[in-house]
Structures are given as C-alpha cells and as structure tokens.
C-alpha cells in the first residue's frame, strides 16, 4: 500500500496528450461504432490498470465476462452520444474513483454555434431566486439554492415542467459572452439523498455527464470541479468555503477552536494554504483546539497539505498503519510514457532505472522503485507546539491525498478522526488520461498509474477507507463541527476513543480569518 508517495508530484496528475481532431469536426472519419468503442475501451483497461489484473479472477472473472456481454449487446443497439452511457458502465464496473471515462471539452465552432442555438432559458434573477428560496425554505431540496464557481452564479431550482426529483442550474451570472443569465446550464435529476446525476453544458456547450455530490451542506463535488454554495446557508455551515473559490482553504475560529476547512489537495492550493497558516500563526499556536475538515477533499498532490502537518503530528508518532515501499506499475506504452513524464527529469537515476524495468518487462508489473535506486522520502516535520487536540473531519467524498493527509494524521497521539469512512481510492492512484481509439475522440479513459501493491485486494481500503476513531451520522447532524468540538473538549491528551454518547450539538459563533 502507498501511504505517502510524496516523491511523486500529483496524485491526481492528468496528462493529457490528444493532438487529434475531435468530437464535432467535419473533416474527421466517422466515429467508430459503439461495440467498436467498447471493446477498445475494454482492451485499453485491461492493458494499464492493475486492478483489472489483480482482481478480475476466478467468481469475480465469470461475473465481469457475463456483464461484459449484456453491455456489448447494448453497444449493439445504440449509436453516437448514447454510447456514452455504455463506455461509463464498463468503467462504474470496477468503482474505482481513480478510474474513468473522461469527457472532451472540445468542439469545433460550428457545433459551438449549433448548440448555442437549443439552450434553454427562464426568467430567473438573484433577486427572483432568492424570494423564492426564502418561500420555500423548509421544503427545500438540498440541491436548491445559489451556486457559484468562481465567477459563475446558478439559481438552482426545481424544475416544474418535469417530474419530481428534477432540477435545473439557471445561470444568474455568466462567465461567456455565449452564456446570459436565465440560460439553463445543468440539468439535476436526484438519485440519492445528496447525490444527482448531471448533465452540464461548458462554456463551449461541449455536454458533460457528472456525478454531483453534496458534501458538508455546502460543497457540491462534480468529479472533476466544485460548486459552492451561497444561499441559503446554516450559521452551523458558514465560513467554511471561500466565497469566490469554494476550492481554496479557509481558516475560521469557534469559540476559541481554529477551524481549518480545506476542500482540495489541488496543487496551486498549495501556497494559498502556506500563506493561510502563516497569516493566523498566532491563532494556531495559540489554541487548545484544532479541527481540519476534510469532508468532500477532491484529492489532488500529496504534498499540498505539507504546511499543515506540524500542527498535526506529534512525537513520538505511532507506527504506520500502511506499507508504502511495496509499490508497483503494470508495463505498457501508456506507463512507460506517463513514467517519462511523471517523476522528474527522465535524466535522473530513478527515472532511468524505472524506465529500464518497464521497457524489459512488457505486460508485467514492476517494483516502482528498488533499493538501488529508491525515491527519495522526505521526512514527517517537527510538531509546532500548538493545539493538544487536534480533530479531523472526513467523509465518504475524503479522497485520494487527502486520504495520505489522513493516514499521517493518525499515527499522531494528539489526533482524533471523526466522521465515515473515507472513500478507500489508494490502492490504486495517480491517474493519467489517454485516448482509447486513434478514432474517438469524444470520450478518454482515466485510469491509475500506480498500484499499491501485489497482494490486492487482500489487505487493500477500497470499498472500506479509512475507518474514524469516533463515527458520526453526519446527514443526521446538524451541526457535525460542534459535536467534534465538544468531543475534544472532553479529551486529555493521547486519549483517542472517547464516548460521545449525550454530546448535543451546538453552533458557536464563527470568525473568518483568511488570507489577504
């Protein structure tokens, strides 16, 4: 298992390397057929990922080859975009979160123009929006409310031509001279409590299919981006997304206890949340109590969160939970280009050794590194003499680095994990995109690079992650930072499964503090 590769620069690195013309263009051949489609996506797993290779045996193999048939009868049946549905269904198969079918953006400009012409509008402003959000407020669907991404604002609403369940995003404030307010940008239909299927439209109209998930109220994961949201919200809720960036991190206090929410691990986060800390080092060195809410973190690079880490860790530190010198990488054209690419200056010793493996070795796996030739391992920071008691926030949507974020944090004797399990996607990791067809062009395959080790899925996380020291029903509670809170409160230093039994939540005032 791979508890820390922070020798590799992002653990979510996308490389993308499509040079040919894409969906939308004249002068490209036809687009191959569906079974065609499907069964190169399925050529292209089984050549790069190592959990089609590890874990596609025996029960589970008859299993995969009697649903594989019944989708290439589908693909058989159907044509052009509704494909899409039949590629996603082969990749949701293995639910993976680091492996998946990756939608192009790009369009030609007379596709452009087409589509801009079938967009729909209603007559919804802010002001409309609001009143009647406020109307409404105690029938209101999670999902209902203003959304922002960056710029862009969206009246979420439900969608009275259409069944129950059904929602629209009417763009409130536009980002492209394409796009006017009152244009229907997404379309929502409700599957689960918090979680919606999407159809959403770029900035280009290019049609992209999301999984959209509701995390801590306020936070709306569309792997890949992030909405969040500006009203209505719960004073229990407030301050915990920055109001332009809802990726950024943001630092707040409750009644004495520093807050740190931090919603990606993306790599030009990095810094803001160096910059973050450094601006309230005097608030966190001077608090008994931290909390890092991590509920909804995308992942990202494994280093992004190396500034936090002082206020976490401790001396002494608790052994690691999980091996992280066992690494290996199925060989194949896509790996040996991603390898070149992905660990620095292909120059370097371990660059080169790496490459030399893969090349002899087609087909196989090889270790990712050797005791010739290891990678190099910074070491865990001095602890900052700081909050005692420290607590960490997750969820099922904890995901990828922010799970190695998670596995440091434990091993500390001032650390308390609260919350679910986290989403269990570090057995297999770091992700590169390639085509699967010098054809198709419309969708890509995702998939990771790196797997953890050759025992999986024996002693592996998915469909486990990594489980809280205290759990919590946090669709239940309304105030999920008050319990932790007052948990802490109750804790002296080192202890680590407290009784939180009779603990009423309660919502303390909350300050921002935030990086100029």
Known sequence: MIANRSWHPLLLAA????????????????????????????????????????????????????????????????DGAACHAVLKALVAWFDDPHLFLYESRRLDTAETTRRAASVTSRPIDEAGARAYLTARADALDPI?????????????????????GQFIAVMLTADSALWHPGDVRARLVRRSEGRYDMELWERNFAQQHREAVIHKRVLLRLSPGMWGKAFPVARADS???????????????????????????????????????????????????LIVDLRGNEGGGARTSDALLPYLVSDPMRPAQLADDEAVMLSSEDQLAYARRAFGPESSRFVQELLARLQAHSGEFVPLATPESPPPRPSLPAPISGPARVGVLVDRGTVSAAEVLVLAAIRSTRVTLFGEPTAGALDYQSTNIVPFSQYERRWLLGYPTITAHLRLPAGGMRGKGIAPMVPLDLLRLDDPLAVVDATLRTLTPREHRPDVRGIRAQTAPARSLTAD
């Open 15 to 78: 490389a993308l390397a499509v040079a040919s013309p894409v969906h939308g263009q004249a002068a490209v051949a036809p687009f191959p057929s569906c079974s065609e489609d499907l069964r190169l996506l399925h050529q292209r797993i089984a050549a790069n990922y190592g959990g089609y290779r590890l874990e596609v045996t025996g029960e589970k193999r008859a299993r995969f080859d009697q649903d594989l048939a019944a989708l290439a009868a589908r693909a058989e049946r159907v």
């Open 144 to 164: 209902e409310g203003i959304w922002y991404d960056g710029p862009q604002r969206f009246a979420v609403v439900a969608d009275t031509t259409a069944p129950s």
């Open 239 to 289: 301050g915990l997304l920055d109001p332009a960036d809802a990726h950024r991190p943001t630092l707040l206090t409750r009644a004495g206890t520093v807050i740190v929410s931090m919603p990606s691990h993306d790599g030009p986060y990095k810094s803001l949340l160096e910059r973050l800390l450094r601006d309230n080092e005097r608030w966190l060195r001077g608090a008994e109590r």
